[in-house]
């Protein structure tokens, strides 16, 4: 069957952002879309009122009665592998021989139909993602884009196009799990390699293979674009075009200053040079990842007066480097990096907007297997903010490792002003300071924290 011909479509780990932008999918072509999420969340409260049903306890005989009403063959299961294989409602769908597939099989099954322009790399994508679908919808450019966080322009993580015309595909391919193979871009960029994941892949170099595998999966007339850095980690023969912050690359950024905590900068290009670039974004690693997206805009002959324009109006994504609270006391900055790069690129940035202010890190680890797998990675990159607050490591889908904790982090760094907190504490300890810049960081559940943060610094 072809993957719109179900008519009931059920999704095991609705809440992430990449099942919902599909549940979004499958309901905007009229198909009847229920889901289940272990947790409540703003995003599951927006899926229902979109009418997509969902419910947060494992229930066997809730499935039973919904799919009384439809013919197993027109039943189609859509999981996370974050949902561990012991899940009640899993072992039932499994043992009733239901179709069961991947997020990123159902998502390589929709982009066959279009042009696909897919963004890889352990970090940047997200914001590339959506750089590249806000480039192309202010260009007029027919397009779907399944985004892998809220666009702050568009307000959702899914953006619709016309399929009566010829029609691009915007997707985050996402490396966990090796998800991204299952597509086959007309146009990839590779932002980053670094290791990540070493639960799934077990080896740095593992990590390098499934990015180099990817790179092999662009069409033989497509275009391939890299990062200058992951080009030599990755040592790759296909043909590519070659991008850079600052290096002599084919894309690269020249003339970079900050004024008025704005980066401004112009960008070279082997097609038409983009100058006097104002981005609405923050942060050098994000003038970086423009860089990307100019280079794919470039390949579908959008000019240099709609980029520059496109680049000046990108307002984000949420939790991308966002600005809670911007006072002349106060900066309040939300943000999702949860990897030691990451964390490194956001904090520099901070540092580099905010001389001479003293800079506060809220961070909550995420995945005991990450915090052991790039410990030292962490206390370097925390070891930059002027007093750090660690939060419980978050454990998703994992158990408890003997030994791995917050506090064994704070034992690795060499700040002095440092400290656990749980997430009452952060915020009584917040209303009892006056802060300069605050930055909270993770991919957990330190989200819940923002609103309470931001009212207490705007008050």
């Known amino acids: 069957m072809k993957i719109l011909d179900y008519k009931l479509y059920y999704f095991l780990g609705v809440g992430g952002i990449g099942m919902s932008a599909l549940a979004r999918y499958f309901k905007h072509y009229g198909k009847t879309v229920h889901g289940y999420d272990k947790t409540s969340t703003h995003l599951t409260s927006q899926l229902e009122k979109e009418g997509i049903v969902c419910h ?5 005989n809730t499935l039973k009665k919904l799919f009384s009403d439809f013919k197993k063959e027109e039943i189609l299961i859509v999981y996370t592998p974050a949902v561990p294989k012991d899940h009640s409602e899993y072992k039932f769908l499994e043992e009733n021989d239901y179709t069961i597939l991947k997020r990123s099989q159902v998502l390589g099954e929709i ?56 029609t691009y595909v915007v997707v985050e391919a996402d ?12 146009i990839a960029v590779i932002t980053s390699a670094d ?68 980066f401004l900068y112009d960008i070279k290009s082997p097609v038409e040079p983009v100058i006097h670039v104002t981005l609405g974004l923050p942060g050098m690693h994000n003038v970086e990842n423009s860089i990307a997206a100019v280079a794919i805009a470039q390949q579908l002959g959008i000019k240099a007066d709609i980029i520059k324009e496109a680049l000046r109006s ?15 006391k106060v900066v309040y900055i939300d943000d999702y990096a949860h990897h030691p790069e990451e964390l490194k690129a956001t904090i520099g940035s901070v540092k580099k907007l905010y001389p001479g202010k003293k800079v506060t890190g809220i961070f909550q680890p995420h995945l005991f297997s990450r915090t052991r797998d790039f410990a030292d990675g962490f206390a370097e990159s925390l070891d930059m903010l002027d007093e750090c607050i660690l939060l419980d490591i978050y454990p998703a889908r994992e ?21 656990v907190m749980s997430k009452p504490e952060v915020l009584k300890y917040i209303e009892s300071k006056t802060p300069e810049v ?16 931001e009212k207490i610094l705007k008050s």
């Open 399 to 419: 158990k408890p490792i003997e030994g791995i904790t917050s506090q064994m982090l704070i034992g690795k760094m060499k700040s002095k002003d440092k400290k």
């Open 56 to 60: 947060f306890s494992e229930e066997v």
């Open 314 to 328: 990108f307002n984000g994504v949420k939790r991308r480097f966002d600005y809670r609270v911007k006072t002349e």
């Open 195 to 262: 290791a990540d994941h070493l639960d799934i892949y077990g080896s740095a170099e593992h990590v390098r293979e499934g990015y180099a595998l990817f790179a092999g999966k662009v069409k033989k007339d497509g275009v391939l674009i890299v990062k200058k850095s992951v080009d030599n980690d990755l040592k790759l023969t296909n043909k590519r075009l070659i991008y850079s912050l600052n290096l002599d690359t084919e894309y690269c950024a020249q003339s970079i200053r900050i004024e008025n905590a704005q």
């Open 111 to 166: 982009t066959k139909q279009f042009k696909t322009i897919a963004i890889a790399g352990t970090h940047g994508k997200t914001t590339t993602t959506t750089l590249v679908t806000h480039l192309l919808k202010s260009a007029g450019i027919n397009c779907f884009s399944f985004m892998g966080g809220i666009s702050k322009n568009y307000n959702t993580n899914l953006l619709l196009g016309d399929t009566a015309t010829e």
């Open 438 to 453: 605050v930055l909270t960081m993770g991919a957990g559940d330190i989200d819940g924290l923002i609103e309470p943060i």
């Open 175 to 186: 490396e966990y799990d090796r998800s991204f193979l299952t597509l086959e871009p007309q």
